[in-house]
Structures are given as structure tokens and as C-alpha cells.
């Protein structure tokens, strides 16, 4: 089931400037700017629509971990922790150049391997899936939309910066 979000509402949200190096963003989680690259403000796009439009607390929200997947170091997008600091969704940005294949998914799936996190999402901006993972089963249904943070009316005091 695609989502129908529109995450260009925010693109005047961003900011962006320019250094000899290029184009940059700031990135109100990481803070501090970093190179604008297509799936950098899709990125930085995700982010504000959690941040503004789902109301995710920003302290809960973590972009570009790192971690070791059969001894190669890779990167989640987008990690969003509960009020127990365990990982509760995953989200996985692609370009928009990029189609939303079983590739994609089957990336996030493996990093979801490590944080076990019951929701996951993927994205190229064009098109966005969510599902959500019973473990236990070892079952997923695809979502209408991203899940709402739990707890998030004490949610609503964050601050993107």
C-alpha cells in the first residue's frame, strides 16, 4: 500500500546554503550542515515532515547511524527511538531517481535485523511504504500511513533545533 505523502510542503522549511564545496543543509537532528545531495534533502525532507507533521519528538530521532552488517560498515537513514530508547521505526531513503524495489526493502529489513524495530518505512519521495513487523508471527502488514509516535501528546514539546 504507497503512502500518499507530500514531503516538498517542508522544502521551504530547509536551509540551505552554498560553500565553495556546493550546496548544503542543515540538519536539525545531526546539527550541523551537510552536503545537499538528492537523497540528503529527501532526508532532511523526511525528517521535518516526522518532526512537524507526525509530531516525533526530535530527542527520539537519530540520522545516518552507522553500524556492521556481516562485517561492512553501512548506515540507517532515519531511526526513531520509543520513550524506552528501543528502536521503534526505521526509515530508508532512496533517491528519487531510484525505484522502490524488493532491493530496497530487503536492505532496511537486514539493518532491522540488528535494531528489531516493529515499523519500517522506505522512501524515494515519489513513493513511500510503511509496514509494520509482529515478530512473533513472523508476519508484516503494510500501513496507510506512518504510525503515530506512541505517547505523542507529551510528543508535542519537541523542537526541531
Known amino acids: 500500500m504507497q503512502l500518499q505523502l507530500d514531503f516538498l510542503q517542508f522544502e521551504s522549511a530547509l536551509r540551505v546554503s552554498r560553500t565553495p564545496e556546493g550546496r548544503v543543509v ?11 545531495t538528492p537523497e540528503e ?48 521505526l526505521l526509515v530508508e531513503c532512496k533517491s528519487p531517481k531510484v525505484a522502490l524495489t524488493q532491493a530496497a526493502f530487503e536492505q532496511v529489513a537486514r539493518y532491522n535485523l540488528r535494531f528489531r524495530a516493529p515499523f519500517l518505512a522506505v522512501t524515494n519521495g515519489l513513493a513511500t511504504y510503511s509496514c509494520a513487523l509482529d515478530f512473533e508471527q513472523e508476519t508484516f502488514a503494510f500501513l496507510p500511513e506512518l504510525p503515530d509516535y506512541p505517547g505523542r501528546a507529551d510528543a508535542s514539546t519537541h523542537s526541531a533545533e
Do not use: M
Not at 542543515?26 to 545537499?36: E, G, M, Q, S, W
Not at 512537524?52 to 526530535?58: G, Q
Open 26 to 36: 542543515f540538519d536539525p537532528i545531526r546539527r550541523k550542515h551537510v552536503a545537499l
Open 41 to 88: 534533502l529527501l532526508r532532511q525532507l523526511v525528517l521535518l515532515y516526522l518532526l512537524e507533521a507526525k509530531a516525533y519528538p526530535a530527542s527520539r530521532i537519530r540520522s545516518e547511524i552507522g553500524l556492521t552488517l556481516n562485517g561492512l560498515p553501512r548506515r540507517c537513514d532515519i531511526a526513531v527511538f520509543d520513550s524506552a530508547l528501543q528502536p521503534w
